[in-house]
Every structure is written in structure tokens, then in C-alpha cells.
């Protein structure tokens, strides 16, 4: 079992910043691929970007390329997402992913575990 937590959401203004953190707790991190999503609450969940196990290897929707940075740290078991340039169609909760299968997928039935979520907003 793993448990995923998210933290460093908050208020932003257009062309802002913000780094997200991603905490695992209950497996060893560098075995499992990892992704962060975001959903609007009137939208589907949307894939943002994937790194896998190792870190070396990353990819990122059209959306957020050249904006948002997703890296990893092994040895303290987390994920993080950095943003930047934020625009206000960013605004979302965004969601921690992990699974055991093959990292780099886009669809949210491919991850195995999820976080609670934080929340991001990015005001104009």
C-alpha cells in the first residue's frame, strides 16, 4: 500500500509560481512511475506530467510543457511539480499519482494510488 500527500498549493497571481510536493509514504518511491493530474471542478481529471522511477525520464501534456517542471527525490521518497508562468486556466486541484505499471501514461485508470489533492488558484 502506498499513501500519497500533496502540499504546497495556494492563491497565485497570473504569471506566478508555485512548487508542489508530493509525499510517499509506504513503499520504497524509486519503484513505482509517478504523475501529477488536476481536475477543474466542472472538467475531467487532466494529466500534467510523468516521471519515471528512476527520474530519467519525463513527459508533459501540450498545456504545461515549457511551464511546469516534474522532478523526484528518492532518497526522501517524494515528487515534486514546478510551476511556472501560471495563467488562470491553471486553476484546479491538483492530484499525485503513482503506479507499478509503466510510467508516462496520460489516463487516469492507469495509476494505482492517489493523493487528497491541493488546491491551486491563479488569480487575473
Known amino acids: 500500500q502506498v499513501q500519497l500527500v500533496e502540499s504546497g498549493g495556494g492563491v497565485v497571481q497570473d504569471g506566478g509560481s508555485l512548487r508542489l510536493s508530493c509525499a510517499a509514504y509506504?513503499?520504497?518511491?524509486?519503484?513505482?512511475?509517478m504523475a501529477w493530474f488536476r481536475q477543474d471542478p466542472e472538467k475531467e481529471r487532466e494529466f500534467g506530467a510523468a516521471?519515471?522511477?528512476?527520474?530519467?525520464?519525463?513527459y508533459s501534456a501540450d498545456s504545461v510543457k515549457g511551464r511546469f517542471t516534474i522532478s523526484r527525490n528518492n532518497a526522501k521518497n517524494t515528487v515534486s511539480l514546478q510551476m511556472n508562468s501560471l495563467k488562470p486556466e491553471d486553476t484546479a486541484v491538483y492530484y499525485c499519482a503513482a503506479t507499478w505499471g509503466a510510467w508516462g501514461l496520460p489516463q487516469r485508470r492507469d495509476y494505482d494510488y492517489w493523493g487528497q489533492g491541493t488546491q491551486v488558484t491563479v488569480s487575473s
Open positions: 509506504g513503499r520504497t518511491c524509486g519503484n513505482y512511475a
Open positions: 516521471i519515471s522511477g528512476a527520474g530519467g525520464s519525463t
